[in-house]
Nanobody
Framework: QVQLVESGGGLVQAGGSLRLSCAASGRTFSNYYMGWFRQAPGKEREFVAAIVWSGSTTYYADSVKGRFTISRDIAENTMYLQMNSLKPDDTAVYHC?????????????WGQGTQVTVSS
């Protein structure tokens, strides 16, 4: 059974930074992408970023490109999302996910999410 547990969310002022973590367990992810999506109240799910688990290729939404960085530690089965220059529009619940495709994103599993709130 796949388990994805996010941590690191919180309240931050605009321009600040947060680092999200995702601890993954339950299977091997070498044939998948790992990534993040977010969902704000009243809005649709939005793809944020993804990484090839067994490689280094990364993908980003245009809205976060240049501000967010996705990475992973294979030995620890942990993925990270470094978020810099945060904006109020980044406020959402951020979910860690396993994807079988990135463009368009197709999600196989996802975690419960962690709240990120950016104040102006």
């Amino acid at each position: 059974q796949v388990q994805l547990v996010e941590s690191g969310g919180g309240l931050v002022q605009a321009g600040g930074s947060l680092r999200l973590s995702c601890a993954a367990s339950g299977r091997t992810f070498s044939n998948y992408y790992m990534g993040w999506f977010r969902q704000a109240p009243g809005k649709e799910r939005e793809f944020v970023a993804a990484i090839v688990w067994s490689g280094s290729t990364t993908y980003y939404a245009d809205s976060v490109k240049g501000r967010f960085t996705i990475s992973r530690d294979i030995a620890e089965n942990t993925m990270y999302l470094q978020m810099n220059s945060l904006k109020p529009d980044d406020t959402a619940v951020y979910h860690c996910a396993v994807l079988r495709e990135v463009r368009p994103p197709k999600y196989n599993y996802w975690g419960q999410g962690t709240q990120v709130t950016v104040s102006s």
